[in-house]
């Protein structure tokens, strides 16, 4: 199983940018899909990016044009870089791993807030 750490959130202005990295232990990060999940105050949890161990990304519609995913495998981190945030990305933004096998794993989120 990987553990998974985020950091990077804040709070910053409509229009800013924030970059969220995630930090993986354990041997698999190379070999898993990761991804970055969001939920904001009274929704559902919601797919925002995703990266394949190849590299290859896919994005939410909502996120599309805005947020760029990225993984550097020798430092067993993902991340999010976060452009032209809207008050409506508000949320808490979690980090997915999904091993070969079909495991998941989840870190605890770290909080993005965009407000004036």
């Known amino acids: 199983q990987v553990q998974l750490v985020e950091s990077g959130g804040g709070l910053v202005q409509p229009g800013g940018s924030l970059r969220l990295a995630c930090a993986a232990s354990?041997?698999?990060?190379?070999?898993?899909?990761m991804a970055w999940f969001r939920q904001a105050p009274g929704k559902q949890r919601e797919y925002a990016a995703s990266?394949?161990?190849?590299?290859?990304?896919n994005y939410a519609d909502s996120v599309k044009g805005r947020f760029t995913i990225s993984r550097d495998s020798a430092k067993n981190t993902v991340y999010l870089q976060m452009n032209s945030l809207k008050p409506e990305d508000t949320a808490v933004y979690f980090c997915?791993?999904?091993?070969?096998?079909?495991?998941?794993?989840w870190g605890k989120g770290t909080l993005v807030t965009v407000s004036s």
């Open positions: 997915k791993a999904l091993s070969p096998r079909g495991m998941e794993s």
């Open positions: 990266i394949s161990r190849g590299g290859d990304t």
């Open positions: 354990g041997s698999i990060f190379s070999s898993s899909v």
